[in-house]
């Protein structure tokens, strides 16, 4: 059974910065390629960044280029996401996911097969 485990999240001031994590089991970390979204109050839930099994790729969307980096300790088996410079429209619950691919970050909801439960994150202006 493959669980992901999300932390981190909080409230935090615009400008600030939080280190997302994401911990697996069931499964190694580097077995597939891995991403997270997240999703805001009315929205749909969308692509932030994925790295393939290895992280020599890695995607970002266009909002959080140059301000979000997406990284990995295969050693302790947890996905990290940095972020830093946050505002409001960043305020969303986070999730991390597994790829069914493994050197392709695909950024559709429907190319994941396994969810972590989410982390708040909440930016006050």
């Known amino acids: 059974q493959v669980q992901l485990a999300e932390s981190g999240g909080g409230l935090v001031q615009a400008g600030g910065s939080l280190r997302l994590s994401c911990t697996i089991s069931?499964?190694?970390?580097?077995?597939?390629?891995m991403a997270w979204f997240r999703q805001a109050p009315g929205k749909e839930r969308e692509f932030v960044a994925g790295?393939?099994?290895?992280?020599?790729?890695?995607a970002y969307a266009d909002p959080v280029k140059g301000r979000f980096t997406i990284s990995k300790d295969t050693t302790r088996k947890t996905l990290f996401l940095s972020m830093h410079d946050l505002t409001a429209e960043d305020t969303a619950v986070y999730y991390c996911?597994?790829?069914?691919?493994?050197?392709?970050?695909?950024?559709?909801?429907?190319?994941?097969?396994?969810w972590g439960r989410g982390t708040q994150v909440t930016v006050s202006s």
């Open positions: 996911a597994t790829s069914k691919y493994r050197n392709y970050v695909a950024q559709k909801v429907s190319d994941y097969d396994y």
């Open positions: 790295a393939s099994w290895s992280g020599a790729i890695t």
């Open positions: 069931g499964r190694e970390l580097d077995d597939n390629a």
